[in-house]
């Protein structure tokens, strides 16, 4: 003869409300799926679908022994709670620290006064500029902007631009000029779209502009 003896977690029900019994499983499943469940009281069919459907093992009053040692299943409950409600905090602050954003100030831009300017800027006509130009037209061919602050110009540039300011946002055609501190920017970066040319650690840095603005054209 061959035995085998095995630690079995037990859990005793007593069977008061079908739909208490259902609601409390469903919320407890993972702890006692695991576990032999012994059943005091009547059984419906629609309780033993519902058990075997779960696949929890059961048995239906049954009188098992009862160790001195048998941990009480209502502190397993309390600490099975505890660990959830530690991991819940756990997830709770993580979350905080991806939510909460870090602010970061901008790097200080210098406004001087701001031109806003809606007209066409035609071939043979130069501006001479004075702090910021916000341009809500094109360059034509032959015409020319020289200016010693930022420069925005919303529609196509084919003439010649002259910028010494902390950035410029333009969208240049293969006939356009476009010189930023002294140096001429290659034009194949400026077409299609809008682009920021701005100055960094002694370098010039040419960005595109997000598509959608309604900069762009």
Not at 60 to 76: A, D, F, H, W, Y
């Amino acid at each position: 003869m061959q035995t085998k003896q095995s630690s079995v977690k037990v859990c005793e029900v007593t069977i008061t409300d079908e739909n208490e019994f259902i609601a409390f499983f469903d919320t407890n499943y993972n702890l006692f799926k695991d576990y032999l469940v012994v059943i005091n009281g009547d059984m419906s069919e629609e309780i033993k679908e519902y058990m075997n459907t779960k696949g929890l093992s059961f048995l239906q009053n049954v009188t098992l022994p009862k160790g001195k040692s048998r941990k009480p299943i209502e502190q397993e409950l309390e600490n099975e709670k505890a660990k959830y409600l530690e991991a819940k905090k756990q997830f709770e602050d993580e979350l905080s620290k991806l939510s909460t954003p870090k602010v970061v100030a901008p790097e200080p831009v210098e406004q001087r006064d701001l031109k806003v300017l809606d007209s066409l800027i035609r071939s043979g006509q130069e501006l001479n500029i004075e702090g910021d130009l916000l341009l809500l037209n094109r360059v034509n061919s032959g015409a020319k902007i020289v200016i010693d602050g930022n420069l925005i110009i919303t529609q196509i540039v084919d003439g010649a631009i002259r910028c010494n300011g902390n950035f410029m946002m333009l969208k240049a055609s293969p006939k356009a000029n476009i010189v930023f501190h002294n140096v001429e920017v290659d034009n194949s970066y400026l077409q299609n779209r809008l682009n920021r040319v701005e100055l960094k650690n002694n370098e010039i840095v040419v960005t595109p502009v997000l598509k959608g603005t309604n900069w762009e054209v």
